[in-house]
């Protein structure tokens, strides 16, 4: 008859007498059975410690593994690993041979010399499992990680102990590890090393530096960071908005006003971004996906087009007579309600707009949640936005003296402001459309401009010969749309690339992804590469997310970087829907949103100091390939 454990695995019943022996066994151990420190070298993962000699070590002691398949020798049956994770802790991972278990209560991590001073240790919740001699314990039956907050040195004690199902306890264990040497290689869930000349991914390298460097000099990173994003896909789209806004105030407008209102924008922005990645961090939950469902995103699409029709002059978008004259009365005693308005269209822009995730901010959310440094963290969300926010800046110190005053080039412009709202608004949709719907829209909003042009605004009712070439080129781009959404393309901005023109006529052949939704898809995938031997990328979209859709056209149909991938097992979530399978694998990776790539060594194991956030070319993105599988 079998005694059935409670997580599903069985084990033979043993004799009263083989079960008194090793009870008393077990009890001595407990008792009096602690082996000596590991004389194992400074930084090993894992080392048998002698143990103690005792009439009774025999029936307790493991076997060398035998043709007959005795037990596993206790170094293979538990291998632990030690690393630095992004914010200094140690991260100590064990993984557990099948077949085997170790004792939650059994794990002690102290400090390793007098020069080292830790915290609590983290552990998991283990699986309740009702043991024949101790009652009711939590066991690791499967790999898992321990997290130890290290406030000054680099060496760890730890003791550990566990049991193979078949009925063998081994001695408890202990072990001396190193974090600053790198965990030595082999089989286990070691990170890899780093890439060369780095400690770790960028992201993780930014979240140390935020949490221990200077402050202020960590915030004038963080802007600069920012300013680079500003000229990412995902902000670009804020410049006609805040243009139209500008435009939208009327011929009297002065670069001082159209400063104030940029300002205005930008901090309604900065601040919404602020508050919201950092309740984000804190809560533990996604906002901004929030914002990026479809009903969301189509509201906010319809918006812009409305606005861009009310630039056309088709109807003009007023408040009703009684609010606008209260409105009127209260702007003449304070002049702050346009500025109000600007503000709380850049606080919805942060949310609906710049749905990115780039390593900066990855790295300034993972110092909240995970050293609660809320101050730190806020204030570098903070700089990072304006830096993003800088441009418009610009474009609102120059907009109102570059807008003529009057005369008919007043309307054409206010009208090509309106193309502008109908480009954003067609960029928005284009998140939930199939390509060649989404290129047909473009389409429709390149022949605006070519009707615009040639009609609207002219002097003499004649267009200029700037004009005429203007629309000759944008009705060009119009027939070039439509020839890509019949002939496959999925990039606006190369919509010929799958034509004889493209240079050769053929498609660019996409990665072929396998699609996983829930945790066990992902875990029988990479249980399949790690029996094959294959390495494997894991890659995080959403149909909401621009730098995705960048990084699927630019990067994932490139054929030099489906070439250097022909060898992995490429595997993608789709993580649109956000629901709680999505959830799911985001909180298992503790990934912020997409675009995010994870790497996979053979032996099933993620290299967390390899994992890319935001959007890579193909270039970088094969530099990275190239560094990944150089490392041990």
Not at 232 to 261: E, K, N
Not at 603 to 614: A, I, T
Request: proline share 6%.
């Amino acid at each position: 008859m079998l005694l059935r454990h409670e997580y599903g695995l069985a084990r033979p019943r043993r004799s009263l007498a083989a079960r008194v022996v090793l009870a008393l066994a077990g009890v001595l151990v407990l008792l009096g059975g602690q082996p000596a420190a590991s004389a194992q070298p400074a930084g090993g993962t894992a080392a048998e410690a002698s143990s103690p000699a005792s009439p009774l070590s025999s029936l307790i002691k493991p076997r060398a593994r035998g043709s007959d398949g005795d037990f596993l020798p206790v170094e293979d049956a538990f291998k632990v690993s030690a690393r630095r994770d992004a914010l200094g802790r140690a991260e100590l991972r064990f993984t557990v041979a099948n077949g085997y278990y170790l004792y939650r209560d059994r794990i002690r991590v102290t400090p390793g010399d007098a020069d080292t001073a830790i915290g609590t240790p983290e552990l998991p919740d283990g699986i309740v499992h009702e043991d024949n001699f101790f009652g009711p314990q939590q066991i690791y039956p499967e790999n898992f990680v321990v997290r130890v907050p290290v406030t000054r040195g680099s060496r760890l004690k730890l003791v550990y102990q566990g049991c193979a199902e078949a009925g063998l306890c081994y001695p408890p264990q202990t072990v001396t590890l190193d974090l600053s040497q790198r965990a030595a290689a082999g089989p286990g869930p070691a990170t890899a090393g780093a890439p060369p000349g780095g400690g770790g991914s960028e992201q993780d390298l930014l979240a140390r530096q935020l949490a221990h460097g200077n402050l202020w000099y960590e915030l004038g990173v963080f802007f600069l960071l920012g300013l680079g994003l500003a000229f990412t896909p995902c902000v670009l789209p804020m410049i006609p908005i805040l243009s139209g806004i500008i435009a939208g105030d009327g011929p009297s407008t002065t670069p001082a006003r159209s400063f104030l209102l940029s300002v205005a924008y930008v901090l309604g922005m900065a601040l919404t971004y602020t508050t919201a990645g950092a309740a984000s961090a804190l809560l533990g939950a996604q906002v901004q996906s929030f914002f990026q469902q479809r009903w969301i995103v189509g509201l906010f699409a319809g918006l812009f087009v409305l606005l861009a029709l009310s630039m056309f002059g088709f109807f003009d978008l007023q408040m009703p007579a009684s609010l606008q004259s209260r409105f009127s009365a209260a702007s003449g005693r304070l002049r702050g309600g346009r500025m109000a308005s600007t503000a709380l269209i850049g606080a919805l822009s942060a949310l609906v707009v710049t749905a990115c995730v780039a390593p900066a901010l990855v790295a300034a959310l993972s110092v909240i949640a995970q050293t609660g440094q809320v101050a730190r963290g806020a204030a570098a969300l903070f700089a990072m936005s304006l830096g993003m926010g800088a441009p418009l800046l610009v474009v609102g110190a120059s907009g109102g003296h570059l807008l003529p005053k009057a005369g008919p080039w007043m309307v054409t412009i206010k009208c090509l402001f309106g193309v502008g709202f109908l480009a954003v608004a067609a960029w928005m949709l284009e998140r939930l459309l199939p390509p060649w719907a989404a290129l047909l829209l473009y389409a429709l909003v390149a022949l605006t401009l070519v009707y615009i042009l040639l009609t609207v605004g002219l002097r003499g009712n004649r267009p200029t010969w700037l004009r005429v070439e203007l629309a000759v080129v944008a009705g060009a781009y119009a027939l070039a749309l439509v020839t890509g959404a019949a002939t496959g393309a999925t990039d606006p901005l190369r919509p010929l690339a799958r034509t004889a023109l493209a240079g050769g006529g053929g498609a660019t052949a996409a990665l072929e992804f396998r699609r996983i939704k829930t945790l066990g898809d992902l875990d029988r995938e990479i249980a399949g590469a790690e029996r094959q031997g294959q390495r494997v990328m894991l890659d995080f979209y959403a149909d909401w997310c621009a730098s995705c859709k960048e990084m699927d056209r630019a990067t994932f149909h490139d054929p030099a970087v489906g070439a250097a991938l022909k060898d992995y097992r490429v595997l993608q979530a789709d993580v649109t829907a956000n629901d709680p399978d999505d959830q799911a694998l985001l909180h298992r990776f503790g990934i912020i949103g997409p675009p995010t790539t994870a790497f996979f060594a053979p032996d099933g194991m993620e290299r967390r100091d390899y994992r890319l956030v935001g959007y890579k070319d193909p270039v970088a993105f094969r530099a990275h390939l190239q560094s990944f599988e150089a490392a041990r």
